[in-house]
Nanobody, 125 residues
Framework: VQLVESGGGMVQPGGSLRLSCAAS????????MTWVRQAPGKGPEWVSS????????YYADSVKGRFTISRDNAKNTLYLQMSSLTPEDTALYYCARGGGIYSSGRYFPPDRGYWGQGTQVTVSS
């Protein structure tokens, strides 16, 4: 099983980035997928999840309306289009197999063992 994120970098506030996650070694098209992020000094945060067919998406309130999750099952690739970025979006971004874990009215990330290696996003002027 391999998840390889790419597309991170440094961007100015208000800018955009598109993250990609190339998946291999498992049945990507039948697996719910998730983006997770972890900012310096903070715990991991569930960002977004997408159903197997891509028709159902879920977003954390902190990114709703600014981020768009999508997938291309023919290419075994997951995407996260990020716009209107702020310094608070600075984090290491991971793609993960499986959906968020719903508890106490919110979603939590899947177990860390299901994450990729991550790609750094830095939003700074």
């Amino acid at each position: 099983v391999q998840l390889v994120e790419s597309g991170g970098g440094m961007v100015q506030p208000g800018g955009s980035l598109r993250l990609s996650c190339a998946a291999s070694g498992f049945a990507f098209s039948t697996t719910t997928m998730t983006w997770v992020r972890q900012a310096p000094g903070k715990g991991p945060e569930w960002v977004s999840s997408i159903s197997t067919g891509g028709d159902t998406t879920y977003y954390a309130d902190s990114v709703k309306g600014r981020f768009t999750i999508s997938r291309d099952n023919a290419k075994n690739t997951l995407y996260l289009q990020m716009s209107s970025l702020t310094p608070e979006d600075t984090a290491l971004y991971y793609c993960a197999r499986g959906g968020g874990i719903y508890s106490s009215g919110r979603y939590f990330p899947p177990d860390r063992g299901y994450w990729g290696q991550g790609t750094q996003v830095t939003v700074s002027s």
